[in-house]
């Protein structure tokens, strides 16, 4: 297939079933989670421009059933990619579902996936998680670790531009330090609001999930974003969407919302 210079494609990476143990089980797509648990797909996204190849979250890496750095890899390979270059990983926020594809284990040894690559991260994000005791449990602890020692991070403060392309801004809502990923470069816009507007269809709901750090300011983001991005004309990047994660707005009624409608870039099925 051939690209354009810019793009943006969603990475599939599975869907799964996640209970109260925080265990990813994979599930068809289409299928159904179990009994009291949430369906989560996850779509870590490339965004490929002629001089970076960047992520937008990285995914889980090893710690969900049947993953690891193999499925991400042969993403990569569709677009003529290899993992080390990869030249920038921005996280939204740090739950291992996002960030575990940072590294994985080769012969019992941590090792990074992207060893090229510089992985941008909220400042106070990062101070909060590697100063709890324990993250999430002793394996995902020693992986953390791990990254903090041998892992090119690059701090961002609330409101950052790394790059004239990129710019985050901390929203909190899902996470304390919750950032929204923007990329523009005049002619493309995408936008990556992690947990806070995850899916499709949440560009329009209405709610307060108890997975929320803060619930209320999850939805004030929601409607804030989702607003900026149909004024300034951003495709919304969907991490946890089943079918259609990356959408753009292409009108608003004032009965049903926003009008959102499938981008047709590359989407491994």
């Known amino acids: 297939m051939i690209y354009p210079d810019t793009y943006v494609a969603a990475l599939y990476e599975g869907t799964f079933s996640v209970g109260f143990d925080n265990k990813f089980i994979r599930i068809p797509r289409d299928g159904r989670p179990f009994r009291a648990s949430l369906k989560i797909s996850l779509n870590p996204f490339l965004i490929k421009t002629p001089s970076k190849n960047i992520l937008f979250d990285c995914g889980i890496g090893e710690f969900g059933e049947d993953t690891g750095p193999h499925i991400i890899r042969q993403h990569l390979e569709d677009h003529d990619l290899h993992d080390y270059e990869i030249t920038d990983v921005f996280l939204s926020h740090l739950h291992y579902d996002h960030i575990g594809g940072l590294a994985h284990k080769t012969h019992g040894y941590w090792e990074l996936t992207f060893p090229g690559a510089k ?22 602890t020693e992986f953390l670790a791990f990254l903090d020692a041998k892992a090119n991070l690059h701090f961002l403060e609330d409101s ?6 990129i710019r985050v801004e901390t929203i909190g809502g899902h996470t304390e330090h919750h950032l929204v990923l923007l990329f523009d470069d005049g002619e493309h816009k995408f936008m990556q609001a992690g ?14 999930a108890k997975y929320d750090f803060n619930p209320e300011e999850s939805q004030r983001q929601r409607e804030r ?3 900026y991005a149909f004024e300034h004309g951003f495709t919304v990047l969907g991490y946890h969407d089943d079918f259609h994660p990356i959408v753009a ?11 959102t409608e499938p981008v047709e870039f590359y989407v491994p099925s």
């Open 225 to 227: 974003l989702a607003k």
């Open 160 to 165: 950052d531009q790394p790059y004239p392309e």
């Open 195 to 208: 947990d806070v507007i995850a899916t499709r269809n949440q560009i329009n709901r209405k709610f307060a």
């Open 249 to 259: 707005l292409t009108g608003y009624d004032d009965k049903t919302g926003y009008l």
């Open 119 to 140: 992985v941008w991260t909220s400042k106070k994000d990062w101070n909060s998680a590697v100063a709890k005791d324990t993250y999430y449990d002793e394996e995902k």
